[in-house]
C-alpha cells in the first residue's frame, strides 16, 4: 500500500546548494520548538520594520481565550517590503510575468513598474476615500492589475478581500456586505480558455442586493473592451483615474497585528469561512516558506497555477515571491487552452525553474496519457510543487516522470487558507521523498495527532490532525465573527488548532493526510480514509480519478460508495466494474470492498479545484433535496448528471 513505495533521495545538488540541507533543517526545526521567541525574532529580520518588534509571540489557544498576536509592537508596510526595498538592488528586474489566455500575449513588469503603478492605484484609491482600516473586494481577472490592486490596499492600510472571478452575483454580494466594502475594483469581463466572463455585469447584479450599498464606488479594468452598463457617479474606468496619479504614495506604518486580508476559504466541507490575516507574521511565513520550500534562488522563474481568489495565489503568487524579490509568473488561462499541453509550453516559454499546482490539475492531464506534454521539453524546471487535496501516489509518480523529467523532487505541500503559509512539507534539500505524503512539518510548526477524546497519540499511528501551538502565518479570527473561529477550531480540543482533516504518521515521523475527518467511512467498526481508496483506484489504467463516500448500510453501517471519472477513450462496462472492486479488494483488503460504484463523466469541485465530498455523500444516500452550500461549486451540471445517473444500490 501507499507508503510501501518508492522513497525517493534528495538530489546531491540540492543538498550541496538548497537553502537547507538535512542537518540545517534538523537543527532549525529544534530550534524553532526550544526557542519560539529567538527562533521568529530573527526571522522577522528578513522584512523591513519601520519600528522593529521587541514582542515577539503572545498567543493563547484556550478555549475561553483564543488570542494570537505575534510580534505585536513592530510596525511595518507589506506593499513596502514587496516593492520598495527591492528598487536599488532589482528594479529592473522582472517581477511579473503575465502570460494571458492566449498564447500571443505575455508582458513582463519590473520591480520599478510595479512600484510606480501601484504607488499610483495606492493614491487612486485615496481619491476615492479609501484609507486605512477600509475594506476593498477585489473580483478580478488573473491579470498584473490584480497584485497590484492587493499591494496598493496594504500600501494605505486598507483589507482587502479577494472573491475568485469565477463567482456568482450572490457569492459578491454576500462578501461585499461581509466585508462592509466602500469599493469593488473589478474589470469588463475576464478571459478564460477564449471565453469571457462578464464579471462587471455581474458586480452590477450582485449591488443590486439588499444590504450592499455600503459599496460606493466600482473601479473597472478595461481588459476586453467588451460592452458594458455604466452607472455614472458610481463606475469608475481605472487607467482614467490611475493614470493622472503621482507614482509615490508614502506607505502607511501598520502595526504587525493590523488586518491584511480577509480570505474565505473553499467551501469543501461547508458554507466557505472568511479568514482574517494580519500584516507582520503572515508576511514573514508567507517568505520563508516560499523561500525555503520552494528553494527559491536568486534569478529563478517561478510559476504557481493557483488563482489569485485562493489563499495559495495570496501567499505563493503575490506576498511570498514579491517580499522575497522573485519573478513570480500569473497566468490568466486554464490549462487545456488552447490544448492540454498548454502548462509544458508556458514552462518552455518562460524557462519556469519551479513550478507549483495541484493534485486535480495532474489527475487531468493524466488522463489524456503519456503524450499530453510532448509539445514542450520542460527543461528548465529543477522543482515541482502539489497542493490542496492529497496527491495520490499514482499522481505524484506521473507528474515527476512526464511533466518533470524525472529530475525535479516534488514538494506536496500541507496547508489550509487557515493557516496562511506552508505546514507540512519536504524542503527538496534535506528531506526524502515518499509519494503521497506531505512528509514533515515546517520551522514552527508542531502537529501532533489525537483521538477523539483528544488524547495525543504517538508514533506510528492515525488520527485527528492537530497543531499544538501558534505559528505566525495563521488566521486571528473569523471576519466579524470570532465565536466562529473558537468554535470551529479550538473548541473540538481544548487548547490545540484542530484542523479538520485525518492524518497517519509512519515510522519515520512522515504525515500522510488521509482526508477529511468528516469524510471518515466507519464500515463493519473499521474507520478508513479516503485517500487511501481513491489513491487506489487512481492506480488503475482506467481511471483518472476517484471519489469514495460512505452510505447507509444496513449491516455494516456504512457501505461504500465510489464515483469514478475514467481515462479518455475507456469504455464503462460492468466488467470494469467487477475488475474494479477486485483491484481494491486486492490492494487495500476485503475490508475496502466497493458496495456501489457509479461512473462519473465529472466529479463535483469546488471552483478552487477540490472535489466536495459531502454532496457525493447526499447523493450516495439518496438525500438529493437538500444538498447544502452549493455557492462554490464550480459546475452544478455535473451534479445534477450524477443524480441522474445515481447507481441502484
Ligand atoms: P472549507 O474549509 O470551506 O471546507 P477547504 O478546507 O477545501 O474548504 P482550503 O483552505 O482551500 O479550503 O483547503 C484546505 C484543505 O485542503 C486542507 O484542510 C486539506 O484537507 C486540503 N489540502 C491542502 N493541501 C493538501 C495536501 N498537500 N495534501 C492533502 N490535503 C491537502
Ligand atoms: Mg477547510
Not at 524546471?381 to 516522470?401: D, T
Not at 507540512?424 to 503521497?436: D, E, F, N
Not at 487506489?536 to 452510505?551: C, K, M, N, Q, R
Not at 469546488?606 to 450516495?620: D, E, F, N, V, Y
Request: hydrophobic share 35%; glycine share 10%.
Amino acid at each position: 500500500m501507499s507508503d510501501q513505495q518508492n522513497v525517493y533521495p534528495v538530489r546531491d545538488d540540492f543538498a550541496a546548494n538548497a537553502w537547507a540541507d538535512k542537518a540545517k533543517y534538523e537543527a532549525m526545526y529544534q530550534q524553532s520548538m526550544d526557542d519560539p521567541e529567538g527562533f521568529w525574532a530573527e526571522q522577522a529580520k528578513r522584512l523591513d520594520w519601520i519600528k522593529a518588534p521587541t514582542k515577539i509571540k503572545n498567543t493563547s489557544f484556550a478555549r475561553d481565550n483564543v488570542d494570537i498576536r505575534w510580534f505585536e509592537d513592530g510596525l511595518l508596510n507589506v506593499s513596502a517590503n514587496c516593492l520598495d526595498r527591492h528598487l536599488e538592488k532589482r528594479g529592473d528586474q522582472t517581477a511579473i510575468i503575465w502570460e494571458g489566455d492566449n498564447p500571443d500575449d505575455s508582458k513582463h513588469i519590473t520591480y520599478r513598474e510595479l512600484y510606480a503603478r501601484t504607488n499610483q492605484l495606492a493614491n487612486a484609491l485615496k481619491e476615492l476615500g479609501i484609507g486605512k482600516g477600509d475594506t476593498v473586494t477585489l473580483y478580478m481577472p488573473m491579470i498584473p492589475e490584480a497584485a497590484m490592486a492587493m499591494l496598493a490596499c496594504s500600501r494605505i492600510g486598507a483589507v482587502h478581500s479577494v472573491v475568485f472571478g469565477g463567482f456568482s452575483p450572490d457569492a459578491v454580494a454576500q462578501r461585499v456586505i461581509g466585508a462592509d466594502s466602500k469599493l469593488v475594483i473589478t474589470a469588463d469581463e475576464s478571459v478564460r480558455g477564449g471565453k469571457h466572463v462578464p464579471l462587471k455585469e455581474n458586480v452590477d447584479a450582485a449591488l443590486t442586493r439588499d444590504g450592499t450599498d455600503v459599496c460606493k464606488n466600482v473601479l473597472v479594468v478595461k481588459r476586453t473592451g467588451g460592452e458594458i452598463d455604466w452607472k455614472e457617479g458610481r463606475d469608475v474606468w481605472f487607467d482614467e483615474l490611475v493614470d493622472k496619479q503621482s507614482s509615490e504614495c508614502e506607505p502607511e506604518a501598520m502595526g504587525a497585528e493590523d488586518p491584511l486580508f480577509i480570505l474565505y476559504t473553499s467551501g469543501s466541507t461547508g458554507a466557505p469561512k472568511g479568514l482574517k490575516h494580519t500584516t507582520g507574521g503572515y508576511l514573514t511565513y508567507a517568505a520563508m516558506t516560499h523561500q525555503y520550500v520552494f528553494d527559491y534562488q536568486e534569478g529563478e522563474i517561478y510559476w504557481c497555477t493557483a488563482d489569485v481568489g485562493w489563499v495559495t495565489g495570496h501567499s505563493y503568487i503575490v506576498y511570498g515571491p514579491l517580499a522575497n524579490g522573485a519573478t513570480t509568473l500569473m497566468f490568466e488561462g486554464v490549462p487545456s487552452y488552447p490544448t492540454h499541453g498548454r502548462m509544458g509550453d508556458i514552462v518552455d516559454k518562460h524557462n519556469v525553474n519551479i513550478l507549483y499546482t495541484a493534485p486535480t490539475a495532474v489527475r487531468a492531464l493524466m488522463a489524456h496519457g503519456e503524450n499530453v506534454m510532448d509539445s514542450s521539453k520542460r527543461d528548465s524546471l529543477r522543482l515541482l510543487g502539489s497542493v490542496g487535496e492529497p496527491i495520490n501516489p499514482e499522481a505524484w509518480e506521473w507528474f515527476y516522470r512526464v511533466i518533470g523529467n524525472e529530475k525535479c523532487p516534488i514538494v506536496d505541500t500541507w496547508w489550509q487558507t487557515e493557516t496562511g503559509g506552508i505546514m507540512i512539507a519536504p524542503l527538496p534539500g534535506a528531506t526524502p521523498l515518499k509519494p503521497g505524503s506531505a512528509t514533515v512539518p515546517f520551522f514552527g510548526v508542531k502537529p501532533a495527532l489525537v483521538d477523539n477524546e483528544g488524547k495525543q497519540l504517538e508514533g506510528a499511528t492515525e488520527g485527528n490532525l492537530v497543531i499544538l501551538d501558534a505559528w505566525p502565518g495563521q488566521a486571528r479570527s473569523i471576519w466579524g465573527d470570532h465565536e466562529r473561529f473558537v468554535q470551529t477550531y479550538f473548541s473540538t480540543y481544548d487548547g490545540m488548532y484542530f484542523t479538520g482533516d485525518g492524518c497517519r504518521r509512519d515510522e519515520d515521523g512522515y504525515y500522510w493526510i488521509t482526508g477529511r475527518v468528516d469524510d471518515v467511512l466507519n464500515v463493519s467498526g473499521h474507520r478508513m480514509g479516503t485517500a487511501e481508496i481513491e489513491s487506489s483506484l487512481v492506480a488503475h489504467s482506467a481511471v483518472a480519478e476517484a471519489a469514495v463516500v460512505g452510505f447507509p448500510h444496513d449491516i455494516k453501517g456504512q457501505g461504500i460508495y465510489i464515483y469514478v471519472t475514467l481515462n479518455d477513450g475507456i469504455d464503462p462496462t460492468d466488467e470494469l466494474k467487477k475488475e474494479l472492486t477486485q483491484w481494491v479488494r486486492k490492494d487495500i483488503g476485503p475490508i475496502a470492498s466497493p458496495d456501489v460504484i457509479q461512473w462519473a463523466p465529472g466529479l463535483p469541485k469546488t471552483r478552487s479545484g477540490k472535489i466536495m465530498r459531502r454532496i457525493l455523500r447526499k447523493i450516495a444516500a439518496n438525500e438529493c433535496d437538500g444538498l447544502g452550500d452549493t455557492s462554490t461549486l464550480a459546475d452544478p451540471s455535473v451534479v445534477d448528471e450524477l443524480i441522474e445517473h445515481r447507481a441502484n444500490q
